[in-house]
């Protein structure tokens, strides 16, 4: 495929969820989502979605997804970014630093076979979108990752900008890691780290269940990769869903610094379901309070009582 077909491809899967996304699909259900994820502050910057909901709308979109969301997870985001950035009930006097951070879309859902565990997760799974069920054992510290850093020059007075993406990225090749020094006439650079981009990141270890585990064999573990609003989310013991893409970084060769055959198998998390301890409503669906239902439990709480 080439870059021109790459493109269209890339527009037509972007048209298609945005008429996914319009008001009068779904009798407006992600509308008013959407709606409540831009006024409310406390809710997160991610569009949970439905896999059930886009297979009524397009079979062969939900299949697509499963089987390639490398191909469909950053045309929907793109979308989403743009429907929201062009929606009546989003004001101009209110563009703050913090509306400027790009929104994700999380997956839930049937995913039939793609439903797995740890110990279930083989090669044939690697690129898909998978939901791997698992105890939570290890979690690591979160540290920022540098997104995009700035750099002033002296001799210019003009201000420079680097972007960074890792093997994690969904969109473009990787990047390198050092920081320039110099610009193109050799003139030095000052690194403004007030100035620069950073995103939460946090890496995740699930194993089995012991009461899922096949008798005789050994429980295996994944490593999980979160970002942004997805950190300390999960905690040692958590029994938990990690859906996310289920990809092979490559390993460098610390001595000889070239590539070798040997794959490290990661997901890349876009939703995490909590097993046992969610808040459950009639439809089965996890459900939390609303700003509205918090408001009227205080208010109610607040009224004399008379015997």
Known sequence: MDLNERDANFLSIKQDFAYFLAPDNGDGLYTD??????????KKKRLIIDLNHIHGYQETLRKNLLESPMDYIPPFEEA??????????????????????????????????HRITPQKLMSNFVGSM???????TKVSLVRPKVMETVHYCEATQQFVTQQYRDSTSLTGTSTGSTYPTTDANGN???????????????????QDMPERTEAGSMPQSIECILDNDLVDECKPGDRV????????????????????????????VNNIIKIGTDIMDFGGLQRSLSASEIKNIKKQSKKKKYI
Do not use: W
Request: glycine residues 10%; charged residues 20%.
């Open 33 to 42: 989502k959407i709606e409540e994820m831009i006024r409310d502050p406390t």
């Open 80 to 113: 989403l970014n743009d429907y929201i950035n062009h929606n009546q009930f989003q004001s101009t006097d209110k563009q703050t630093s913090e509306q400027l951070i790009p929104y994700k879309i999380g997956i839930k859902g049937s995913f039939g076979s």
């Open 130 to 136: 998978v939901c791997v069920e698992g105890i939570v």
């Open 188 to 206: 030095p650079l000052t690194t403004e780290f007030g100035l620069s981009s950073y995103m939460d990141h946090q890496t995740v270890f699930i």
């Open 241 to 268: 869903q990690m859906i996310g893409i289920y990809r092979a970084l490559g390993i460098r060769n610390i001595n000889g610094g070239q590539s070798t055959s040997k794959f490290r198998t990661v997901i890349l």
